[in-house]
């Protein structure tokens, strides 16, 4: 494992729809010395700037080609049918993707949905280039849309809701990075999104002043003994 550059920073990119804020907190307290730099973009680009050693590494969505790439999985996203506020299918809860069989269902050149079986709804008569084109569509009354819910929140409209899809894969969001000898950077980042604390064996110590040496507590508690003169009755 390798030791940083303390000059250096770290790159990670990320997927729109997935919130690093909480781990890039976390970063600026454990590393304030290394910047964390953020780098937004689709799955597919993302995984291509890890490749290249653009950025370090991604938070993407599945599926990926995992080959000459580590892969841990972080959490599951529900998916979502984003609908008009005012469409019948508002009156559920929860939806099925036998709900959808008569609806057009909107699919964007982005999407990463992996259904095992066909996807659900009819198509439409042809296919919006990214998922927020897609959203305009939904809002123009042309058809529906199935996604990660993080994305549904992401491109919110006012005129616009969604509802679970239950019987719908889940999307799972993994952290990636070359398959190569962990650098202390990437054994950090790691660390964080696991939820190690700062205290475990992986995660160094924060370096203290140069020179600075610190009495251990069982030499600090030893005070010298008076000396007792001769004892006088």
Do not use: C
Not at 69 to 84: D, F, K, M, S
């Amino acid at each position: 494992m390798t030791e940083p550059d303390d000059t250096a920073s770290f790159r990670l990119g990320y997927v729109p729809g997935v919130t690093p804020g909480k781990w890039a907190r976390m970063w600026a307290e454990r590393r304030p010395q290394v910047p964390l730099q953020l780098v937004m973009a689709t799955t597919d680009e993302a995984v291509e700037l890890v490749r290249t050693g653009a950025v370090d590494a991604g938070l993407v969505r599945l599926p990926i080609d995992r080959t000459g790439l580590h892969a841990i999985p972080l959490y599951t996203e529900t998916i979502v049918t984003v609908v008009p506020k005012e469409h019948l299918l508002t009156a559920a809860e929860e939806l099925t993707v036998a709900d959808l069989a008569d609806e057009i269902v909107l699919r964007p050149q982005d999407d990463t949905l992996a259904w095992p079986e066909d996807r659900p709804g009819r198509a439409a008569a042809f296919e919006p280039a990214t998922t927020a084109e897609a959203v305009e569509l939904v809002a123009a009354g042309v058809g529906l849309l199935v996604l990660p819910q993080s994305l549904a929140r992401l491109h919110h409209r006012r005129d616009l809701t969604y509802r679970p899809l239950a019987d719908a894969p889940g999307s799972s969001v993994v952290l990636t990075w070359p398959d190569a000898e962990n650098t202390d950077l990437m054994e950090e980042l790691i660390g964080i999104v696991r939820g190690r604390t700062v205290n475990s064996s992986r995660t160094p110590p924060p370096r203290g002043n140069p020179g600075e040496t610190r009495p251990s507590k069982k030499n600090a508690s030893r005070r010298p003994r008076a000396r007792r003169g001769p004892h006088r009755r």
